[in-house]
Each structure stands twice: as structure tokens, then as C-alpha cells.
T-cell receptor, first 112, second 112 residues
Framework: DAGITQSPRHKVTETGTPVTLRCHQT?????MYWYRQDPGHGLRLIHY???????DKGEVSDGYSVSRSKTEDFLLTLESATSSQTSVYFC???????????FGQGTRLTVV | QKEVEQNSGPLSVPEGAIASLNCTYS??????FFWYRQYSGKSPELIMS????GDKEDGRFTAQLNKASQYVSLLIRDSQPSDSATYLC????????????FGTGTRLQVFP
């Protein structure tokens, strides 16, 4: 299995609070992605990174920010959590452009 | 138009039959195509990647790509109940981006 660790695995938070999810990889892969998965919507890309300090928006980036200060870590921050951000969040990594991506175990986030 | 489209299913097939899963995509410039399997409550797992027109076989799985028709499919031969899962099609859009976009997935049910 690819060395990808997401933390926390489960979190319950209150509306309006900031939340940070962490993705840590030991594969030294260049590309990292954050997705959310909701019933009926499949996996939707939030943000992705193509190198240290290089990030770009995905399909559903509003309300989210990311940072990548080291190759191995990609942080996703919900600036002010809302109930609509209740979801399962997956991190994925990819070694090169246009190659397969491998997923972490996911983080289940509930905003109450 | 959605960038990657799949029939949500469920697709029900008897054990031992061939399951055929289909995916269409909108960007003619797409270069890389992937099939993932996801069991309920688990993270997506890569099962096939295909980059050029034609068929690619791996065990009981065959991926088929037709770039002219913007169509990619997955055939599962000798389907087993353990193949029951959601199958996700993913496409790498590389026009100045590194986005990996997923379809909503097709749920496959293999009954004994």
C-alpha cells in the first residue's frame, strides 16, 4: 500500500469553527489531491498540488484552502465549517503527471 | 455537461457472467484513464489504467479505450460476488492542469 496517512480519521466539529485535515505521504510523490465524496456526487476535486507551495483549485474549492510547505504534507483547511461540508474527505497522491493516483483511508467529517 | 459520466446503476449480473461498465468523458485532450474499485466504507483502489486506444487486459479485467468516441469501458469476466462494489472512472485532464476528475461511479452487484 502507498504510504499515505490521513489525520484525523473521524472528526465532529461545530458550525463556524476552523478545521484542518492533514495528509502525510512517505512516497515522495509530486502530486497530491484533496477530494470530498458525497452520495450522488462521487469524488469531487477540492484542491490539488503539483509541488511544494504549488497548488490550484478543483471543482468545489469554495470554503476550503490548502497549503503544502513540504513534499510530504498537504493540509486542507475549512476556514469556517458549515453543515454542507459534512462529508468524507480523501487525499490522493500521484508520482508523475497523468499517472495513477493512490488514496488514503479517508477522513469522515461531521459539522453540527 | 459533466466532464466524466457513468451510469449510477446498480448493474446486476449473475456469478460467472461478464460485467460491462461504461464511462464517457468530455475533453478530447484527455490522455490518461483509470478504473477504481470502491467497497462500501473504504477508499478507492486502482484496478486498471489505460493510455492508448484499444484493449488492455489484466487477469479477469479488460479496459477498453476509444478516444475518437470519448469512451472508456471496463469488462469483468467470470464475475464473483466479491466484485460487488462501486466502480469509478477517472480521467486526467492535462490542458495546462493536472486535474484528475472522477465520474460518480457505477454500483455493481454480482448475485450467486
Amino acid at each position: 500500500d502507498a504510504g499515505i496517512t490521513q489525520s484525523p480519521r473521524h472528526k465532529v466539529t461545530e458550525t463556524g469553527t476552523p478545521v484542518t485535515l492533514r495528509c502525510h505521504q512517505t512516497e515522495n510523490h509530486r502530486y497530491m489531491y484533496w477530494y470530498r465524496q458525497d452520495p450522488g456526487h462521487g469524488l469531487r476535486l477540492i484542491h490539488y498540488s503539483y509541488g511544494v507551495k504549488d497548488t490550484d483549485k478543483g471543482e468545489v474549492s469554495d470554503g476550503y484552502s490548502v497549503s503544502r510547505s513540504k513534499t510530504e504534507d498537504f493540509l486542507l483547511t475549512l476556514e469556517s465549517a458549515t453543515s454542507s461540508q459534512t462529508s468524507v474527505y480523501f487525499c490522493a497522491i500521484s508520482e508523475k503527471r497523468n499517472t495513477e493516483a493512490f488514496f488514503g483511508q479517508g477522513t469522515r467529517l461531521t459539522v453540527v | 455537461q459533466k466532464e466524466v459520466e457513468q451510469n449510477s446503476g446498480p448493474l446486476s449480473v449473475p456469478e460467472g457472467a461478464i460485467a460491462s461498465l461504461n464511462c464517457t468523458y468530455s475533453d478530447r485532450g484527455s490522455q490518461s484513464f483509470f478504473w477504481y474499485r470502491q467497497y462500501s466504507g473504504k477508499s478507492p483502489e486502482l484496478i486498471m489504467s489505460i493510455y492508448s486506444n484499444g484493449d488492455k487486459e489484466d487477469g479477469r479485467f479488460t479496459a477498453q479505450l476509444n478516444k475518437a468516441s470519448q469512451y472508456v469501458s471496463l469488462l469483468i469476466r467470470d464475475s464473483q460476488p466479491s466484485d460487488s462494489a462501486t466502480y469509478l472512472c477517472a480521467v486526467n485532464y492535462n490542458y495546462n492542469t493536472d486535474k484528475l476528475i472522477f465520474g460518480t461511479g457505477t454500483r455493481l452487484q454480482v448475485f450467486p
